[in-house]
């Protein structure tokens, strides 16, 4: 394959990344800190851009559950910060 094919086939979107993409400008929310712990009781502090990022750089199966899950507490109108801060504690470190 040449350089620019691979490129292109490299930054095509998946439908469900561009779900995540549309999902969060439309839900433009405001930049909060969770506060989880670690397997280890290591307390982390993880903002909420940085559990976006995270959900959008997921493939596959999990992505997909997780725009499952996203699209049923929109849904719901559930507060979507109570889901980023469950998926912010799968981010948690130990140190």
Do not use: C, W
Request: proline share 3%; no cysteine.
């Amino acid at each position: 394959m040449n350089n620019t094919l691979t490129h292109t086939i490299m930054t095509r979107k998946t439908q469900t990344q561009k779900y995540f993409d549309a999902f969060f400008s439309e839900k433009n929310l405001i930049e909060q800190i969770y506060d989880v712990t670690s397997p280890n009781g290591t307390p982390n502090v993880i903002p909420t851009s940085a559990v976006i990022d995270a959900i959008k750089s997921t493939q596959g199966n999990e992505a997909k559950q997780i725009a499952n899950a996203l699209r049923q507490l929109d849904f719901y109108n559930a507060d979507i910060h109570h889901y980023l801060e469950h998926m912010a504690q799968a981010l948690a470190v130990d140190l």
